[in-house]
């Protein structure tokens, strides 16, 4: 067997010369920071406090919003739902008792039904110009889709027009036929 010299050197124990002199310069600079009457043990014994860290508007709401999108589990939690379909339910018959089936497909449509509704609300923000959601954008999603919130006061101004024709309009034109007819093609509308 022939004895090969190694290229590696060995490491040593103690950090080279250069090492020790940068480790020994900034102890004596925290020790001056640290002022005489210190004790050293006891203040490096506690772990500086460190500052918050402070991200970009929006960054953390789209991190959080990646994460809802992620996951599978429901955003509004089963217990306050349940208790407000049992009171809801309450009031139309007493002893009503709900199969925890029948609460889980209720919170799922109820939970599309809400994201259904923001997506649009978005839409109609974004369309606006605007990045916000404000409650005008959620009104104007219920004035235009009537057949989704049948029982919304906005709803039913706005879809309810055709059956508050002016009465002076059907007086006027009650003398002809022509006006008759016209008058019933747009109260049918």
Same mark, same amino acid.
């Given at each position: 067997? +022939? #004895? ?5 050197? $060995?490491k040593s124990a ?6 020790? /002199?940068?480790t020994?310069?900034r102890?004596?600079?925290k020790n001056k920071?640290?002022?005489k009457n210190?004790?050293?043990d006891?203040?490096s014994s ?10 970009k ?10 994460a809802?999108q992620k996951?599978?589990?429901f955003a509004?939690p089963?217990?306050?739902?349940s208790r407000v379909v049992?009171?809801v +339910? #309450?009031s139309?018959?007493?002893d009503l $008792? ?5 609460l889980?497909?209720?919170? /799922?449509?109820?939970e599309q039904f809400l994201i259904?509704?923001?997506q649009?609300?978005?839409?109609l923000a974004?369309?606006?110009?605007r ?7 959620l009104?104007?999603?219920?004035i235009?889709q ?5 029982d919304?006061?906005h ?5 309810n ?5 002016p009465r ?7 003398n +002809?036929?022509?006006?008759k007819s016209?008058? $019933?093609s747009?109260a049918?509308?």
């Open positions: 067997m +022939s #004895t090969r010299r190694s290229n590696f050197t $060995r103690q950090p080279s010369k250069s090492n020790r /002199t940068i020994t310069s102890s004596k600079k920071k640290r002022g210190q004790n050293p006891i203040s506690i772990p500086p406090a460190r500052k918050k860290r402070r991200y508007s929006g960054t953390v709401a789209l991190r959080e919003i990646r809802q996951t599978i589990e509004i089963r217990l306050p739902l049992r009171e +339910s #309450t139309h018959k007493q $008792r709900w199969q925890k089936s029948a889980h497909c209720l919170q /799922t449509a109820t259904d509704m923001f649009d609300a978005n839409l974004i369309h606006g110009k990045v916000t959601l404000m409650k005008k954008d009104d104007l999603v219920k235009l009537p057949d989704k919130f049948p919304s006061m709803t039913r101004y706005y879809c027009w055709h059956n508050h024709i002076a309009l059907l007086n006027t034109r009650a +002809s036929k022509e006006g016209k008058a $019933r747009y049918k509308k």
